[in-house]
T-cell receptor, first 114, second 116 residues
Framework: AQSVTQLDSQVPVFEEAPVELRCNYS??????LFWYVQYPNQGLQLLLKYLSGSTLVKGINGFEAEFNKSQTSFHLRKPSVHISDTAEYFC????????????FGSGTRLQVQP | GAVVSQHPSRVICKSGTSVKIECRSL??????MFWYRQFPKQSLMLMATSNEGSKATYEQGVEKDKFLINHASLTLSTLTVTSAHPEDSSFYIC????????????FGQGTRLTVV
């Protein structure tokens, strides 16, 4: 089975500052990795994904993430955040066998302050 | 990207009644859909995997008689919360994946269920 750990439940940051949201995973097989964003009372929107190839992936809204197999990590970064980035961020993994459902981390609340 | 529509977005019901939540894939056919439950300030917990034309696969600890799932067509899955109680109050989210390889999941807007 897979598991995902998001070490930071909340990350406060000032507007225009850089941010990194951490994600570590555990799996006995190869995984696919995703970052989703959730605004209050809404579903999830995909920010970016890693399926294969280049370990640095770029997503929407200026976010990027780097897959590090040796450290089993997939940290999310943005060089300069905006107030509108305030939301809940979820890291998720899936495998290409079985039901292929996503396994989510506990989420990180990004709070951007003016 | 693909669109998944979930309805209703918000529902309030009385204890003991049943509530049906619909999840539709609008521009693709989804042989498999997933139902998640999210408690306040917590992550999404997979409840069940909905398979078109067959019985749903429930996760351990999820009562299949309370949470009835029907996936009658390639674009519609429904979750019925039967004999709802206040502890069933939660945010329910469905998702679907495009057929084939390891694509991302597309999520509905979620349904806020409040049982009074």
């Amino acid at each position: 089975a897979q598991s995902v750990t998001q070490l930071d439940s909340q990350v406060p940051v000032f507007e225009e500052a850089p941010v990194e949201l951490r994600c570590n995973y555990s799996s006995s097989v190869s995984v696919y990795l995703f970052w989703y964003v959730q605004y209050p009372n809404q579903g999830l929107q995909l920010l970016l994904k890693y399926l294969s190839g280049s370990t640095l992936v770029k997503g929407i809204n200026g976010f990027e993430a780097e897959f590090n197999k040796s450290q089993t990590s997939f940290h999310l970064r943005k060089p300069s955040v905006h107030i509108s980035d305030t939301a809940e961020y979820f890291c998720a993994v899936s495998v290409d066998t079985g039901r292929r459902a996503l396994t989510f981390g506990s989420g990180t609340r990004l709070q951007v302050q003016p | 990207g693909a669109v998944v529509s979930q309805h209703p977005s918000r529902v309030i019901c009385k204890s003991g009644t049943s509530v049906k939540i619909e999840c539709r894939s609008l521009d693709f056919q989804a042989t498999t859909m997933f139902w998640y439950r999210q408690f306040p300030k917590q992550s999404l917990m997979l409840m069940a995997t909905s398979n078109e034309g067959s019985k749903a696969t429930y996760e351990q600890g999820v009562e299949k008689d309370k949470f009835l799932i029907n996936h009658a067509s390639l674009t519609l899955s429904t979750l019925t919360v039967t004999s709802a109680h206040p502890e069933d109050s939660s945010f329910y989210i469905c998702s679907a994946r495009l057929p084939g390889g390891p694509t991302e999941a597309f999520f509905g807007q979620g349904t806020r269920l409040t049982v009074v």
